[in-house]
Every structure is written in C-alpha cells, then in structure tokens.
C-alpha cells in the first residue's frame, strides 16, 4: 500500500524490510506440512501449543525441519494459552528446530505464563524459525 503524504505533516518514516540477525530466516515454504492447534490448553494434550512444537519436531516425515504451525481455536478471540512452569515450550537440544512457522493467522491469540518461563529456543540446531502474529504476556524474566 502506498504512504500518502499529507502537506504539514511529519513526512512518514521509510518502510523497512526485514532487519537484524533474523533476516534471512526462511521459515517453513508453501507446500510444507502444516499442524494445527485448536486448544488454549497450557498443557501437553493433542492438538495444544505443546504438542504442535514437539510434533514439529519429529514428526511427518522430515524431523525438525519446515513446517508450520497455525492456530484455529474456535470462538471470538482474544485466545490465552497459559503455559504452566512445568510445560516450558523450551525448544532446545533433541528438541529443537529449523525452518518452522509459528503463525497465529488471523487469531488474537496470547502465550502467557505464571513462571515468566513459558517458550525459549536454545542451541546452535534452532535457525531459521519465524514467530508471527502472536503476543507473549509475562514469559520473560
């Protein structure tokens, strides 16, 4: 979309492309699996948050390694996934992973945990993930 310039105004700043460390990450490409997650559940179950990052990891064929992860929660959002301090989404070691989409869509959907603990990536083996369109509530110390 085009800026437009209104007279007497400050002039807008240029819109930038991706910047920083993270620019070249590619994250999953059209056509890749996708999983999806349709509860808020903190917990481990089917279909949580929990468990679309650790099927992610070794599942559908191609280990830790291009796809994507959307959410499809139902009903009128804001959603919360409260992620408890015993289910660290601590994407690190064996369980880590390249390539991947996290992408909450058109979802409002907040992580939030109680621990200031709730997702890290750790380790030389995590590159090249793209988090988007997600809001993250008191998961950092």
């Known amino acids: 979309m085009p800026v437009i310039y209104v007279p007497g105004e400050p002039t807008p700043p240029p819109v930038l492309g991706p910047l920083g460390f993270g620019v070249n990450a590619t994250g999953a490409l059209p056509g890749d699996p996708v999983i999806t997650v349709t509860s808020t559940s903190g917990g481990t179950a089917v279909n949580t948050l929990y468990w679309a990052i650790f099927t992610a990891n070794g599942a559908l064929g191609n280990p830790r390694s291009r796809k994507t992860i959307v959410f499809d929660i139902a009903g009128a959002g804001p959603h919360t996934i409260s992620v408890a301090p015993g ?29 200031q603990n709730g997702m890290s990536f750790q380790g030389s083996v995590n590159h090249h993930n793209i988090i988007k369109n997600l809001y993250f509530i008191n998961c950092g110390s």
Do not use: H, M, W, Y
């Not at 660290?88 to 109680?114: A, F, K, P, Y």
């Open 87 to 115: 289910n660290r989404l601590e994407i690190s070691g064996s369980n880590s992973l390249s390539n991947v989409t996290i992408d909450g869509g058109n979802e409002v959907v907040q992580i939030t945990s109680s621990s």
